[in-house]
């Protein structure tokens, strides 16, 4: 169910042709109410696709009543043809459900630079045929229709004892890196928010959630995660435990993200510890999830910690780099800038990696997910256009 | 000749049994006067290794006499131990030269965190081995022995009209990012330089040659840049003669170590035009030199210009997403944010790749260097401890 799983939404998946495979490509989701609460962040690139210009705009009153979704085409730098496209597909929308465009959201994903007539004429056709469609039986169609090159569809439902539930959906396997939003993620919810409330509420979730995804260090033009209020369920949440909640939900999509991304062999939670300060602990982690040598250690099944220390050697954050342990899967292998248990003590053979760094200054933390660099991420972006 | 082509020099490099493989591993340069100026640039990564932490005390006064170079261990997060290896190799190097310990640099390369007790007795058996063999022919041994993965010796000659040269050799094929100096060169000359003189010119040349070099964005531990100067061609350089000069033999050894890149099947030089600054330009460079989508489509012969407009969406440089212009190899693919002359009429077959980003906001430039990310990368990064 994930995105219909809360009252009030419904959604649908349908084929228009973008995609050669004939798979779903274009994804409708509608808010049916009776609010229409809506809040979104956005990739911080300055190069926007036309679909994030369009969104950050219809945004700014905090009202939502659909989203339209096509994969087949990231729609940027695609000029202003490529922007009317957008403005026709939300007016479209807007016009088939009678609702107003400006309250209609539109995200795109594919390859930069399409969105010709061709692709205006399917994705206009697709947003017709899926609204059509629109069930609540409609979530799994959606979340496959915006599938790029995932392997399989990212979903979860949180349902809180209160009497209100999230769902969500996710797509995003290459270009999956920080700035905001990473990906295209669709939360929907049955409670009751203010649109403060959940913008709010979205931005607390995603800064320790999408935003400590890094997987390969190269951030979209496209990404966008929108959060849609229904009020269905009646219920004012109590606000801890709604941020909590969604907390949850997109953690558990951003691991599902992580678990899928583009030609990987380990999922890696890089915990930073004894921090001076949480923005310090990110920093460490980010540039060790950035750093191609470590991350083809770790393809390698080698716990090379003097990689892990040339990596935050280059950051500004506080700590001495001769009083710093690291530990591959519990293995304390570098303590005090010096060798500590031996390298084959440390089994890496194992999907998920574990790597423990304590800068031993402070007591701030954070956890940062990313994967390796293998043969496979190279062949997948390199034999394929994205 | 390469370091020995000035006057005034004599290098040596000998097996002292640190690469399993029997090769040559310990080099030394010694400057025969009359003048010994000496001025280094050092990597600015604050995880720096044992040799370097010397390094920079002993160049303080402006005066080297020699330089003993290692490869096979990089006497890195080596402890107290590590560093009075490093000092010992420089009061043995001193005592038979007949020199102040402190006139002698040191450098290292190789695996972070070797640097144990055999370590040690193999590198001052080396020193005391390439003293003993010291002479004008030994330039090419010296810049055998301080290979590491590298494929071939890096050297290159310059000798001015003006009756002075300069020489240099280098190492390095992975961990090539900037900061500062990426890598190991010794640079000699027999001009007549002051130390001030010789640490302006090689600030400034790094500065444009070896700092643009980015091949894998991991910045090294060790890496280190001297400058030798002898005065024994007796001639007082004119100084722009000078910095000329260095910079054509930092750019050429720049060059020698991009085209021996671990791994890499294209030479990639990234020409960022029509900046509002050289840093603007050179940031906007460096953002595509570090996107591993976009190294990766290179590998795969892939002209993809939204990987590099989304590469340079992520700086703070000044210019407008949607008025950039990008060629590859001569073909404008994207001109004012959208597509111009077909992908197709691009051919990336060859090794030496050229992109041509124009900024189109002002009149500054720059020129970063890279390599493509292939498969070949990751498994040298991965099968092999470095």
């Known amino acids: 169910m994930s995105i219909t799983a809360p009252a009030g939404f419904e959604a649908a998946g349908v084929a228009a042709g973008l995609k050669s495979t004939g798979k779903p490509d274009v994804a409708v989701v509608v808010n049916r109410g009776p609010q229409k609460v809506g809040a979104a962040v956005f990739t911080s690139n300055r190069a926007k696709a036309n679909p994030i210009i369009w969104s950050q705009q219809a945004i700014q009153d905090g009202v939502v009543e659909a989203i339209v979704l096509n994969s087949g085409g990231a729609n940027c730098f695609t000029g202003s043809f490529g922007f ?11 016009e088939l459900l009678g609702v107003s465009a400006g309250d209609v ?9 399409t969105g010709d007539e061709v692709f205006r004429a ?38 809180d004892a209160g009497g209100w539930s999230i769902g969500g959906m996710a797509k995003g396997a290459g270009m999956l890196a920080p700035g905001l939003a990473t990906m295209l993620v669709v939360l929907t919810t049955d409670a009751e ?15 320790v959630s ?8 190269c951030m979209s033009t496209n990404d966008q995660v929108t959060l849609m209020a229904s009020g269905a369920s009646g219920v004012r949440p109590d606000l801890a435990a709604f941020h909590a909640g969604l907390v949850i939900v997109c953690t558990a999509l951003a691991e599902q993200l992580q678990s899928d991304a583009e030609g990987a062999s380990h999922d890696i939670e890089i915990v930073v510890v004894g921090a001076a300060s949480e923005d310090d602990a990110v920093e460490v982690g980010r540039s060790i999830a950035r750093n191609n040598l470590f991350k083809a250690a770790i393809f390698g099944n080698d716990p090379n910690w003097g990689r892990v220390l040339a990596a935050i050697g280059t950051t500004e954050a506080q700590f ?5 342990d690291v530990s591959f899967n519990g293995v304390r292998v570098c303590t005090a800038g010096g060798p500590d248990r031996p390298r084959d003590e440390v089994d890496l053979t194992p999907r998920a990696t574990s790597i423990l760094v304590d800068l031993q200054v402070g007591d701030a933390r954070a956890r940062i997910l990313t994967n390796d660099l293998t043969h496979d991420y190279v062949h997948e972006n390199s034999a394929y256009s994205s």
Chains 1, 2 share one sequence.
């Open 84 to 94: 009317q496209t957008t403005h026709q597909t939300a007016e479209k929308a807007a």
């Open 105 to 113: 959201l539109v995200c795109s994903t594919g390859l930069i630079g």
């Open 210 to 217: 999408f935003d400590r995804l890094d997987s390969d260090g």
């Open 193 to 207: 928010l203010t649109a403060e409330e959940a913008d709010e509420a979205l931005r607390a979730a995603t800064r």
């Open 320 to 324: 001495d780099p001769y009083n710093v």
């Open 122 to 159: 399917k994705v206009l056709d697709g947003t017709e045929k899926a609204i059509a469609a629109l069930s609540v039986d409609g979530a799994d169609a959606a979340s496959d229709a915006i599938m790029t090159t995932d392997s399989r569809p990212k979903r979860y439902t949180y349902a």
